[in-house]
């Protein structure tokens, strides 16, 4: 058989794709499993079998509508993955403007079992682009604006268990405005900077925990911020590791409670543990704190991107009721104006890309499965890549996994554009900033925070660092801004 050039490099991507599905699709034995127990926590993968429909039928998001007549989709999805790709761009960094954008409706439904009655039971969305509007069986749970930040609900007051079947909806709209200078509030939402792909088009998870349990980094509506794991004190000999997890008892009575924090080497060997206790009351939030040394730590550098992971167990007397697993990356590093930068002690040239948040593929739009980032990460880092800026939104949990697991040195905005900082922009785009940092903060590929894509206020710089000294204040990381020199009041923090 005779191939010509394009049909060899289509063989050769159809065949990779198929390698990399085989491989995403093998179920993986973990060591570090076997002798820790998980108690009562359960993550459901919640992507497949949504109903979906892509118009504005009205109020549908009710448990008795009818969807059987919808199109049946898994997430992540986007009704933006053909319509991309049929035009050419225009020039002049304006995109591809020629896309359907409007108000679609996501509706799933599920049954939970009568034996997780007493349960917590939390929705997670890796994002939604552009407004999400969330519904649990006819209840209005809230709106998300961001569209690149994950955020989550509370579904427990509202969730039917046993026989009785439950609805989520989600109403997405991905409209904007005609210009990407006056397209408030979202700025940041215009194919000038990334197609406006619309859609649940990252991951979906459901999860389910005992009353008693250690929160989700889920800032956004939740409020709460998870564990904040992080290394001082780094040499070739030792690490100081702090682990902080925050802890809510939503059981009608007090619980004493042993708090665990297993550190698990990249070969599932347990390196260090440490606990401490605590009689935490009813309704009660509360941040354990432990601190331990790690002797002669495999150090994370752009070449040898080495990975320990921790394990967070609660009990109550010597049963297991929940467990939390977060990254650990040790490394220590330095931005030297006049040198250049430096990871453990040694020089490293960076070089790499700057990267749109939407990563799309043809035939996916930005609606990529992990195992298609982890491909792009592989190819990256095959080419010798090291570094990559997210502009001007936030990378997937996802990519920024594959910046720890390959190695690349990591610029990790929050939601920006161009144009207004001020009024609503600026409130979304503060508390989305502050959500991104609380959600990513664990993972050690991120060097740096980058406040916006154009010059900030004082007030605004100081909205920034205040995020950062709350919820990453050891993190020892950099604040960015492209173009911060340009307004005279950013001077007091602008580095010479």
């Not at 191939?3 to 699709?25: E, M, P, Q, V």
């Not at 088009?201 to 009353?211: A, K, S, T």
């Not at 930005?366 to 190819?379: E, G, Q, V």
């Not at 909205?463 to 009041?489: C, S």
Request: one cysteine or more; aromatic letters at 14%; glycine letters at 8%.
């Amino acid at each position: 058989m005779q191939f010509n050039h394009f049909s060899k490099l289509k063989f050769i991507y159809i065949l990779a794709l198929t390698s990399l599905f085989l491989l995403a699709s093998t179920p993986l034995m973990s060591q570090d499993k076997a002798s820790l127990p998980l108690g009562n926590r359960t993550k459901y993968n919640f992507n497949p079998d949504w109903k979906f429909i892509q118009e504005n039928p009205g109020d549908v998001q009710g448990s008795d509508y009818d969807d059987s007549s919808w199109a049946t989709v898994n997430c992540p999805h986007t009704f933006n993955d053909i319509d991309t790709f049929d035009d050419f761009i225009e020039g002049n960094h304006v995109g591809e403007s020629n896309q359907w954008r409007g108000t679609v409706w996501y509706r799933k439904h599920f049954k939970l079992p009568a034996s997780d009655s007493t349960k917590k039971v939390f929705i997670e969305f890796e994002s939604v682009r552009q407004i999400a509007d969330v519904y649990i069986n006819g209840h209005y749970l809230g709106t998300n604006k961001t569209g690149f930040i994950p955020f989550g609900y509370d579904l427990t007051p509202y969730i039917k268990f046993g026989s009785e079947s439950n609805v989520i909806a989600v109403r997405a709209n991905n409209d904007r405005g005609d210009d990407f200078r006056n397209n408030g509030p979202l700025v940041w939402n215009h194919e000038h900077w990334h197609p406006t792909h619309g859609g649940i088009y990252r991951n979906v998870f459901l999860h389910v925990m005992d009353p008693l349990h250690i929160t989700l980094p889920l800032y956004d509506n939740l409020q709460t911020v998870g564990t904040y794991v992080y290394a001082e004190n780094v040499s070739e000999s030792s690490a100081d590791v702090t682990v902080n997890a925050e802890v809510v008892n939503e059981h009608l009575l007090a619980k004493n409670v042993t708090f665990e924090a297993h550190i698990i080497d990249n070969d599932g060997v347990i390196v260090k543990t440490t606990n401490a206790q605590k009689s935490i009351e009813a309704g009660e939030k509360y941040t354990f704190s432990t601190t331990t040394s790690v002797s002669n730590p495999n150090r994370w550098y752009t070449r040898h991107p080495y990975m320990y992971k921790v394990v967070t167990v609660l009990k109550t007397g010597e049963t297991v009721v929940d467990s939390y697993e977060t990254p650990l990356g040790i490394r220590s590093f330095d931005f030297n104006k006049d040198t250049g930068f430096w990871i453990n002690g040694e020089y490293q040239k960076l070089h790499g890309w700057g990267q749109k948040p939407t990563n799309s593929w043809a035939g996916l739009g930005a609606a990529l499965p992990d195992w298609l980032r982890d491909f792009t990460f592989r190819m990256m880092d095959e080419a010798g890549g090291n570094f990559i800026r997210w502009g001007h939104c936030a990378g997937s949990p996802a990519d920024i996994a594959m910046g720890d697991k390959y190695g690349f040195v990591t610029l990790m905005p929050g939601i920006s554009g161009e144009g207004s900082n001020s009024g609503e922009t600026w409130e979304l785009r503060a508390a989305g900033f502050r959500d991104m940092v609380v959600y990513y903060r664990n993972h050690p590929s991120i060097f740096i925070w980058e406040g916006g894509n154009w010059a900030e206020t004082a007030v605004n710089f100081e909205d920034l660092t205040a995020a950062i000294n709350t919820y990453d204040p050891h993190g020892k990381r950099l604040l960015g801004n492209r173009r911060a020199e340009v307004k005279p009041e950013s001077r007091d923090y602008v580095s010479p």
